[in-house]
Each structure stands twice: as C-alpha cells, then as structure tokens.
C-alpha cells in the first residue's frame, strides 16, 4: 500500500517558534499554505479544532475551492453539534470537492476546553457519546431508507438524508487517542488510527491494541503516527538547528510565565496534561531524549506536549530510514508538520516525501516480484 502524507494548515501564520500575524482568519495564507501543500506533494492537511479558532469546515471548503488535488482531514469534536447535522454538512463538503474530504474524530482530552464549548461529561461518557455519533454518522451516510436511533446520547425518528457523500461507500473516519476507550471505540469505526510519534516498541504496543479491539468488529484499520520532522543537509547540521529551536521554545515558555499559549488552554491550570496521549509523550521524553533511529523529546517536555511535538531529527535521508522504521511496523500515514510550518512543508516536499515513496514503491516491486 503507498504511504500517505498528511500536513497541516492553519488560517495564520504562527507555531511554538513563530508569533501570530496577521488577522485570525487570513485568506491569503490559507490559500498560500493549501498550495504549497498540494504543490510538495502531499496527499491531505488537516485542519484543527479548539474552542477558539475558526470553524474547520468553513476552512476546508474555502481552502479546497483553491486547489485542485489535495484533500482535508477535518477536525471534528462529536457533541456540539448533531450527527445528522454533521453528517449532511460534511457529505455537502464532499459533494463540492468531489471526494477530498475525511473526519478526523477527536473526542476530547481536557476538561476544561469542552466545558469552553458547553460540554461537562465526563471522558467516559465522551467516549460513549462518540460511539453513538460515529454510528449514526456512518448509518447517515449509507442508508437509502429512513432510520431511528435511540440512546444514552442521541434520539431521532425516520431520518432519511437526500445528500450523500460523493465518496463511496462513505467519508473516511480517522480517529486519535491513546487510551483504553479510545482504543475501544476508535477500534469500531475508525479507517485510520492516529497516533502521536512515539518509540518504536510503544508505537508497536498500541497498534497491537487498536487491533485487538478492531478484529472484535472484523475490521483491520490502518494506521498514522504524527511527528516535527527537523531537517538539515547533514545529521550535524539538523541537530543544531533542532538545539535552536528548542531554545525559541524554552525562551517562549518562560517569556509567556509557563503559560505555552495557545495550546496549553486544552490542559488544567497545573499544566499536568489529562489525556493519554500527552501523557505517553512525556513518559518517553523522561525515559530518554533520543529514541531509536532519530526519535527526540525535549520538545514534548518543553511544551507539556501540548499536541504533536516529538521530532524525528536529521539529514533527509536520515528521517526518511526514520519514518521507513514506522511504516516496517504497520504504520500507512505519516502526519507532519514543522517549526517554520510554510517552508518546512515545502522543504518536506523537495527533499523528504520523494525518499520515502520511492523507497517504498521499491519494496512494493519487489514483494510483487518475490
């Protein structure tokens, strides 16, 4: 199977190195960043969700309306809006783009920013909530004849939808998390498991659980790990720039009094994270700086690991053996996105994609030969 690259947009230019500029929703950017996207080579972006920042939908249509061949994986918090809602505006979006949409399902990790939006269930009942909504969501999205549903979350009668997705049978579902609920219902109903960038033999373990619970549903699920790739043109040159950059980091951190804005709003006021997933990457940062081939933490523990923040470190060709590692042990998708997020994805481009596809259509020869 081809390796799938996934980036990330944004409606402004701004990362853990670089302030805000420019107005919250800046169109030119968008349109700018979408096609450097599409132009180095990329199969989709993702766009995020927070309680703050634009609506990712709205996003996704304006920046697809630009290009031509990218696709978006958007973001999307089950609860604040209802499945069949959902449900009729994404299959609108994918109508429009002609099947360059996906949904990424995130359940939620902190309390505090779902409270933001009016959410206080626990992450228990989020996750029960989240099963009913993907179930209804695919049921949506599939069924030519009116259907009821009725739960601990959701309740309707005789819905029938006149738009569907223009991608059949349906929208691809893409789900992250790294807890034991997660698992569970992202086992169910997710196409793609996101995870964060791990070690190897941690990365491995979740894999092995994800489809422990998939074959509970008969499903084999495939997989994506997300890292900041840091490059350089020679091994030496990448980790001093990587030093650099944990430096702007560390020197934001204390400039803002601990305080990482904007991600840090997602955890509690001690800035001890509550979801799995940034828990799992501060483990392995205390474990050690530097895992595996190319694997580096300090980042994660610099920001809290407020988000995907491990890096894999290195020339091109040493990243690409890297991320070559991952897609060895089951991993498809490879989600990444960097410090200098317009350059770095053209750079990625140039220099990173074209390695490890073509490393990858090798091995695909050769096994069709073998």
């Known amino acids: 199977m081809p390796v799938e690259f996934i980036g990330m947009i944004a409606t402004q230019q701004q990362s853990e190195i670089r302030p805000r500029s420019g107005p919250v929703v800046d169109r030119a950017f968008v349109r700018a960043f979408s096609r450097a996207h599409e132009d180095a080579g990329f199969d989709k972006v993702l766009i995020g969700y927070s309680a703050a920042r634009p609506d990712g939908l709205q996003v996704a249509a304006y920046a697809a309306a630009h290009t031509e061949r990218i696709h978006y994986l958007v973001a999307h918090r089950p609860g604040f809006v209802f499945p069949t809602v959902a449900a009729r505006s994404f299959a609108t979006l994918d109508q429009f783009t002609e099947g360059r949409v996906a949904l990424h399902t995130i359940t939620g990790g902190n309390d505090a920013e779902q409270r933001r939006d009016g959410d206080f269930l626990s992450k ?46 349906r929208i691809p579902i893409y789900f992250g998390g790294s807890s034991e609920a997660a698992y569970r219902v992202g086992g169910k109903h ?20 994800v489809r422990a619970e998939a074959a509970k549903h008969g499903r084999w699920p495939r997989f994506s790990v997300s890292f900041r790739p840091i490059l350089g043109s020679t091994d030496a040159l990448a980790w001093e720039r990587a030093e650099r950059i944990l430096t702007q980091v560390q020197g934001n951190v204390q400039a803002r009094n601990g305080q990482f804005a904007p991600t840090n709003l997602r955890y509690s ?9 940034s828990q799992r990457l501060l483990a392995a940062a205390a474990a ?19 988000g995907n923040s491990t ?9 690409a053996q890297a991320i070559l590692d991952y897609i060895d042990i089951g991993v498809s998708t490879i989600l990444i996105r960097g410090y200098d997020p317009y350059d770095d994805a053209i750079d990625y481009g140039r220099q990173l994609l074209p390695l490890v596809r073509t490393e990858v259509a090798r091995r695909e020869r050769q096994a069709v030969a073998a």
Request: aromatic content about 12%.
């Open 124 to 169: 228990d009942e989020r996750y029960a909530r989240t099963d009913e909504y993907l179930t209804i969501l695919n049921q949506a999205w599939t069924s030519t004849q009116p259907f009821s549903f009725e739960g601990a979350h959701y309740r309707f009668e005789n819905f029938l939808t006149e738009v569907f997705p223009y991608q059949k049978p």
């Open 311 to 319: 890096a894999l470190v290195g020339s091109p060709e040493t990243v």
């Open 288 to 306: 050690s700086e530097r895992h595996d081939r190319a694997l580096w933490t300090p980042l994660a523990a610099a920001t809290g690991a407020a």
């Open 190 to 209: 997710a196409d793609v498991y996101a995870l964060w960038g791990e070690p190897l033999a941690e990365t491995a373990q979740q894999i092995a659980a």
């Open 269 to 277: 006021p001690d800035r001890r994270p509550e979801n799995a997933g």
